[in-house]
């Protein structure tokens, strides 16, 4: 009973759609993937040839009409996903959902803001569909293993990145007393920068110590980065070492409902909103 009510809600052009825009099984389903990733893989060089003053200064009319010409393009298709899917709402907050909306919100606000075209570059985000067009299921899974890795170990991580910035804010605090405006530690939160640059191994040199004293602690801190770099590293392994239990192979079937992607390829209904595949 279920199933024929999933079946219903998309009939018709709706479900011609579904299956153009979500299923890359299909001849036009993998006619329409390869065209739109060809379509982002050339708006996202506009973008880049536009931050070019040269290139820009010659060509930036037909550059801002090639961008416009995008953006109006993803916007269509953006509302056509939005309605080819029995819940558009939780296709909208999708991972795919948030970067197709970001993909076409910078040009609309560049006209109350300008420069924020730049941030189309977000729509190489979009490319990532190319696991689904060339059927590398098995990269669906990996992705899928380590995304469950990053959720299960986030909680450590954050205690973990508390601590650091409790050692950070500690540490800027005496190299503020040690070293002074002299030596360009003129507030506690640019020495705080400074110890940041200095634990994650990064040293810009824009800041350093001139005192021996001083000298000895960013020793210190330079020895210390090396020991928390490896900490998240090894929560995130130890997650993924548990994950990494066999599992049968992922399907590239999208759900009709929440257009939600992952499924087992055994699967008759969808693990996210329990519609029928």
Not at 70 to 86: A, H, K, W
Not at 133 to 148: I, M, P, T
Request: proline share 4%.
């Amino acid at each position: 009973m279920r199933g024929g009510r999933d079946k219903s809600v998309l009939s018709g052009w709706r479900a011609r759609g579904h299956e153009i825009i979500y299923e890359a099984d299909t001849p036009a389903g993998k006619l329409f993937d390869v065209a739109l990733l060809l379509a982002i893989v050339v708006s996202v060089a506009v973008v880049m040839l536009d931050s070019i003053g040269p290139v820009r200064a010659r060509w930036g009319g037909w550059l801002t009409a090639a961008e416009w010409f995008f953006t109006v393009l993803f916007t269509v298709e953006y509302v056509f996903r939005l309605l080819c899917v029995g819940r558009p709402l939780a296709y909208a907050r999708s991972f795919f959902g948030v970067v197709d909306l970001l993909a076409v919100l910078p040009t609309y606000a560049s006209l109350l803001v300008p420069q924020t075209q730049f941030l189309l570059a977000i729509r190489i985000l979009r490319v990532l569909r190319v696991f689904r067009v060339l059927k590398l299921v098995s990269f669906l899974g990996e992705a899928e293993r380590l995304l469950a890795a990053l959720r299960a170990s986030w909680r450590k991580i954050a205690v973990f990145l508390f601590a650091v910035l409790t050692i950070v804010v500690l540490f800027g605090a005496l190299m503020y007393v040690l070293e002074g405006a002299e030596n360009g530690f003129t507030s506690i939160p640019r020495a705080v920068y400074w110890a940041i640059v200095t634990l994650t191994t990064v040293g810009y040199g824009d800041i350093s110590p001139g005192t021996p004293l001083g000298q000895a602690v960013a020793s210190l801190i330079m020895i210390l980065g090396y020991g928390i770099i490896a900490v998240p590293t090894g929560l995130v392994s130890a997650e993924l070492m548990r994950a990494a239990a066999p599992r049968g192979p992922v399907s590239t079937q999208a759900c009709p409902q929440c257009g939600a992607e992952g499924h087992d390829a055994d699967a008759a209904y969808c693990k996210f909103c329990g519609a029928h595949l």
